[in-house]
Nanobody, 115 residues
């Protein structure tokens, strides 16, 4: 059974940082590109970042503007998203997923950016 479990969210002030983690199980993690997507209150799912199966290639949504970094540790079946210079508009539930439409996503981890 495929399982993705996100963690690491929280409440931070604007300009703050968080590191999100995603524990993967039930599939051959290293053979899949992986994504982070997010959903703000009242809005649809929004793609944030991708990483290739080996980790060498990454892609980011335009709004990231160099603030976030996606990474992975295939030995541990873990996916990460480092969030820096957070803005109030980054407030959302963050999910790791198999693709940009959120396939296989877990329960998510809430990121709230507020002063």
């Amino acid at each position: 059974e495929v399982q993705l479990v996100e963690s690491g969210g929280g409440l931070v002030h604007p300009g703050g940082s968080l590191r999100l983690s995603c524990a993967a199980s039930g599939f051959s993690f290293s053979t899949y590109a992986m994504c982070w997507v997010r959903q703000a209150p009242g809005k649809g799912l929004e793609w944030v970042a991708d990483i290739s199966g080996g980790g060498a290639n990454t892609w980011y949504a335009d709004f990231v503007q160099g603030r976030f970094t996606i990474s992975r540790d295939n030995a541990k079946n873990m996916l990460y998203l480092q969030l820096n210079s957070l803005k109030t508009e980054d407030t959302a539930m963050y999910y790791c997923a198999k693709d940009r439409v959120g396939t296989w996503r877990g329960q998510g981890t809430q990121v709230t950016v507020s002063s």
